[in-house]
């Protein structure tokens, strides 16, 4: 009986940190800024989240891979919110070859009003989801953040999505490699304006978004890039 009632509190136990680890949608934090540009963590799916310009990242495409075992539950699959707002769309555009999702490649979409929150979806491809690396993501921020200029938009909000697609990616580096990209982009950006060679607007604010079991982790690899980069 003594055995079953610690193994019962060991169970209690477990699922009151795992409860305390559960931060509610529609949280955000300011985990600090680099240039000026703030970066704000946020419990959001992309399909909700208000900003000028949404950014989310997709893998090649494989036959139904958003509702495969791996992906997250349809209750929390960014993607899976993406495709229910685009109507089916979003899955269409994979489908079809139309977007194939290469390593780094982009396609600009323009939702139908209402459909979702931002007013602008860029898509860009992860490649191979057998042989991603979490290097790449620098990559993927830093063609984020230019695109996201060159559009002329004062802010966006960035949703990696691996572990919506079923791939069990460490959380803080991939958030802090996406801020690295970021910053990367914008202060390519200031030296083309300090010459004369660029007239884009001021990048201010980007949306850094996760799950809510994800939001500390991926806040504590964001709070670390920025150290990091604020030192450079």
Same mark, same amino acid.
């Given at each position: 009986m003594r055995k079953f009632m610690l193994s019962f509190a060991a169970v209690l136990l477990s699922l009151t940190l795992t409860a305390q680890n559960i931060t509610p949608v529609g949280t955000s934090k300011n985990w600090g800024s680099v240039d000026?540009?703030?970066? *704000?963590?946020?419990?959001?799916? %992309?399909?909700?989240?208000? !900003? =000028?310009? =949404?950014?989310?990242?997709v893998f090649e495409y494989t036959q139904n891979d958003i509702h495969s075992a791996q992906a997250l539950p349809a209750n929390l699959n960014g993607l899976v919110h993406l495709d229910d707002a685009l109507k089916g769309e979003f899955t269409?555009? @994979?489908?079809? #070859?139309?977007?194939k999702g290469h390593s780094l490649e /982009? *396609?600009? +979409?323009? &939702?139908?009003?209402?459909?979702m929150s931002a007013k602008k979806l860029?898509? *860009?491809?992860? #490649?191979? @989801?057998?042989?991603?690396? &979490?290097?790449?993501? /620098?990559?993927?921020g830093e063609v984020a953040a230019r695109e996201a200029m060159r559009l002329n938009v004062t802010n966006f909000a960035f949703a990696s999505d691996l572990k919506d $697609?079923? +791939?069990?990616? %460490? !959380? $803080?580096?991939?958030?802090?490699?996406?801020?690295?990209g970021i910053v990367l $982009?914008? @202060?390519?950006?200031?030296?083309?304006?300090?010459? =004369?060679?660029?007239? !884009?607007?001021?990048l201010k604010k980007v949306y850094?978004?996760?799950g809510p079991s994800f939001f500390e982790v991926a806040g504590g690899g964001i709070q670390a890039a920025i150290a990091e980069v604020n030192r450079k």
């Open positions: 000026g540009i703030s970066m *704000i963590g946020l419990v959001q799916g %992309p399909s909700s989240a208000d !900003t =000028q310009l =949404q950014v989310a990242c269409k555009i @994979r489908q079809s #070859g139309q977007f /982009t *396609i600009l +979409i323009t &939702p139908l009003a209402g459909s860029l898509l *860009i491809g992860l #490649g191979d @989801r057998n042989n991603f690396s &979490p290097e790449l993501m /620098t990559s993927v $697609a079923g +791939i069990d990616s %460490p !959380t $803080a580096l991939i958030a802090g490699n996406v801020v690295k $982009a914008n @202060r390519s950006e200031t030296y083309l304006k300090e010459h =004369q060679l660029s007239h !884009t607007k001021k850094l978004l996760a």
